[in-house]
């Protein structure tokens, strides 16, 4: 697939995920609860992802491939989604939606330059080299001013 297709469709993703981000944020404040709109959301989730399966996918797993995949791998990503979003749902109300998802940004930011670094998960490693570094503190440094007052 093209490049730019690829970062515009990176780009969307971003903005759909500041968008439940504030609309499940609006849900958690009407249930007086975060992690309720959490498991509500993670249910309709399932249901739609169930839904895209359904209709797209030919060639299922065999059971001896599933058997093989490592245990933590099947719950580990949700795990930290949950606290992730929770997280999200939690604060958006109490810092605004730009605050939060700016904050969050540079931990997501933070956290995947390192990670890309050392090659974490068994993905590409990417260097910080110093084209990288001045990035990563350009960056740091619009998030700051995003949200100094």
């Given at each position: 697939m093209n490049q730019y297709i690829n970062?515009?469709?990176a780009f969307i993703g971003g903005v759909f995920l500041a968008m439940q981000g504030g609309l499940n944020a609006q849900l958690g404040v009407q249930l007086k609860n975060p992690l309720l709109a959490s498991?509500?959301?993670?249910f309709f989730s399932m249901l739609f992802a169930l839904l895209v399966v359904v209709l797209t996918v030919k060639d299922f797993p065999?059971?001896?491939h599933l058997l093989?995949?490592?245990k933590y791998l099947w719950f580990t990503g949700a795990l930290f989604s949950v606290i992730g979003i929770g997280l999200y749902y939690y604060t958006i109300p109490k810092l605004g939606i730009?605050?939060?998802i700016s904050i969050g940004l540079f931990g997501q930011l933070i956290f995947s330059a390192v990670a890309g670094?050392?090659?974490w998960f068994g993905l590409?490693?990417?260097p910080i080299v110093i084209k990288r570094a001045f990035g990563l503190l350009a960056m740091?440094?619009?998030i700051l001013l995003i949200n100094k007052s």
């Open positions: 970062i515009l469709l498991l509500t959301t993670f065999k059971a001896s093989n995949i490592p730009s605050t939060m670094h050392y090659g590409p490693q990417e740091t440094f619009g």
